[in-house]
């Protein structure tokens, strides 16, 4: 993986090294090598250091502009000068030690001392994904202390660390959405080599990590693309933050090798193991192929035959952008789940305003949720007036990425609260153990695995006219909330401007030792995922479900293909009150031939701060399902009698407990 990645052959033999196709990269002897695509420019110079030294660059054509560049160590500070006029920093600069209005710097990216030689990668099939916001996730908020944090997780059982997107962005503290510099993280968190040694030690604990990318827009402020080229946008589309980029119109080839480039650089020298992109839905593409399917593509050539990862959040819920290429989909690997989170949401809370509306949170939500991915693909949706999603049957259960909240759920609750924290304990449990044990690929956001106090906003640090902006804008979009719009309510909406917002979010790692029985929860039941045969094949031995009260619900996990006929699990979940089953008219609910049920673990476990469960099943045959919890059933032979030295009717769960 030290290996330099496939040259660029551009601008003649002097570029033949080139890791990215713009830019300014070291070359041996102190020199760089500079290009740049600024096809509304007669020409430009490259501005070197403090003094700013002035070299022109010479015109490629097509618009390009490129120059071996004597004089230039790494470390060097520069700037690009379009035409006559001012100078702004480099498009595809890999830092910004000043933000994003300050000179680009020069970095050596085969400088570092990667020892994750021996890493493979990841694919998607057992994974748990972990979202995290690096400012957030310490009280130091930067590189090294987020790397101490990573042996608990390791330990916890996650698999794949989702960073929210780190690409530099103005001000002290934001979430990252607004990126401008988009192959330069951010300054905020330490520097280029700090994020390598971050990655560096994920691989060595056996932790993945990919990259919340935002390509469907840029900030609104530190944005100088359209200063080289307004090619880089387009007014042909509507976009929900700004103005939509370039891929299918006029001048749109620079444009894709620009993001096309973007997504490997990640991929080649920060040795991440892949993407998540944001909002898909906002990037516009009429043209085949799809620019996102040349994202995948771009991910996996810069791997080198290593496992890749591939997550896309598409409110839409189209399947086609996890179907694969051949098939005519754009080959994402999985789709963030929203239908899953908002069903669990309306369960757990019992308010289903706004987007939560066309949700009920039943068991047969929940169910379905579970069995099928989407619950909308195709019909009609009564929040936005129209149908919404599409059919998704032939993608595999692991493709949707289960999640009880998110970065953007938390902050949506208007108090940054947890989702924990607005649910029954019970409940919370039990719904917990649902999205662990199910079949898709489960995701926790930071903080979840200990019932974390701080608070989730949202915070973005503007200059004071923007900052107003963004306040008034926020705070319009929570209206749609009726509970929100009042004005007791918007009196206690914080400011996203303000430092202590931001200061409120930051984790106290030290509440695992305090709130032990959540950790446990969760490291028991991914334990439990990874261990146990029939979990661990995320449905693959078939998987079915049924409603069996108001509020209480069954699935029913068939023994994998290699685990052998009969080697089943029960999964029940009640968020009601405690339930007696008198009569079990429900085929799911018979064990296998030959076989019984016996408790294999439950979510009021006093480990977990349960009350403890009685056994299911009563000497007259019922079963009695306590209220607020989830219990798993694992299907075991029938030990006879005579090895028992019991009557007849013993079940094997008396047996064993």
Known sequence: ??????????????????????????????????????????????????????????????GYFSAMVEGVPVGSLYRFQLDD?????????????????????????????????????????????????????TPEGTWAAAARELPSLAELGVTVLELMPVAEFPGRFGWGYDGVDLFAPTRLY?????????????????????????????????????????????????NEWGDALNFDGPNCGPVREFFRANAAFWVNEYHLDGLRLDATQQIFDRSTPHIIQEFGQAVRQAARGRGTLLIGENEPQLATMATPVEQGGCGLDALWNDDFHHTAR??????????????????????????????????????????????????????????????????????????????????FRALTALTLLGPGTPMLFQGQEFAASAPFYYFADHEPDLAAKVETGRAEFLSQFPSLATPAMRAHLTRPQDAETFRHCKLDHTEREAHTEVWALHR????????????????????????????????????????????????????????????????????????????????????????????????????????????VLAATDIVPDQERGEGNGTSAQETHG
């Open 1 to 62: 993986m030290s290996s330099p990645p496939d040259a660029a052959q551009v601008g003649g033999s002097a570029f033949a090294l080139r890791r990215c196709p713009i830019g300014v990269e070291p070359a041996p002897g102190d020199r760089v090598l500079a290009r740049v695509w600024a096809p509304v420019c007669r020409g430009v110079h490259l501005l070197v250091g403090p003094e700013e030294r002035t070299v022109a660059l010479d015109a490629e054509g097509d």
């Open 85 to 137: 006029g001012p100078a702004f920093p480099d498009p595809a600069s890999r830092f910004q030690p000043d933000g994003p209005e300050g000179p680009s710097q020069v970095v050596d990216a085969s400088a570092f001392a990667w020892t994750d030689a021996g890493w493979a990668g990841c694919g998607l099939r057992g994974q748990v994904v972990y979202e995290m916001h690096i400012g957030t996730f």
């Open 190 to 238: 330490g520097g280029p080599d700090d994020m390598r040694r971050f990655v560096d030690r994920a691989h060595a604990l056996g932790l993945a990590v990919i990259l919340d990318v935002v390509y469907n827009h840029l900030g609104p402020s530190g944005n100088f693309l359209s200063r080289f080229s307004p090619d880089y946008f387009t007014n042909r589309y509507k």
């Open 346 to 427: 309306v369960a757990l809370t019992g308010r289903n305003e706004a987007y939560y509306t066309d949700y009920r949170g039943t068991p047969q939500e929940l169910l379905s949720a579970t069995k099928h991915g989407f619950l909308y693909q195709g019909q009609w949706y009564r929040w936005q007036g129209k149908r919404r999603g599409s059919p998704a049957y032939g993608l595999p259960r692991p493709a949707f990425v289960s999640f009880l909240q998110n970065h953007d759920q938390i902050a949506n609750s208007g108090r940054g609260q947890r989702i924990h924290a607005l649910t029954t304990p019970g409940r």
């Open 524 to 631: 028991d039941l991914l334990r439990l995922r990874r261990e146990d045969p029939v979990f661990r094949a995320q449905g693959d031995g078939g998987l079915d479900g049924a409603v069996l009260a108001e509020e209480a619900f069954v699935l029913r996990f068939f023994g994998a293909k290699e685990g052998g006929a009969g080697d089943d699990r029960l999964l029940l979940v009640n968020l009601g009150r405690d339930l007696r089953l008198d009569i079990l008219p429900e085929p799911l609910l018979a064990p296998p031939v030959g076989r019984d049920w016996t408790p294999l673990w439950s979510s009021e476990d006093p480990r977990y701060g349960g009350c403890g469960i009685a056994p299911l099943e009563s000497s007259d045959g019922g079963w009695r399902l306590p209220g607020h919890a989830a219990v």
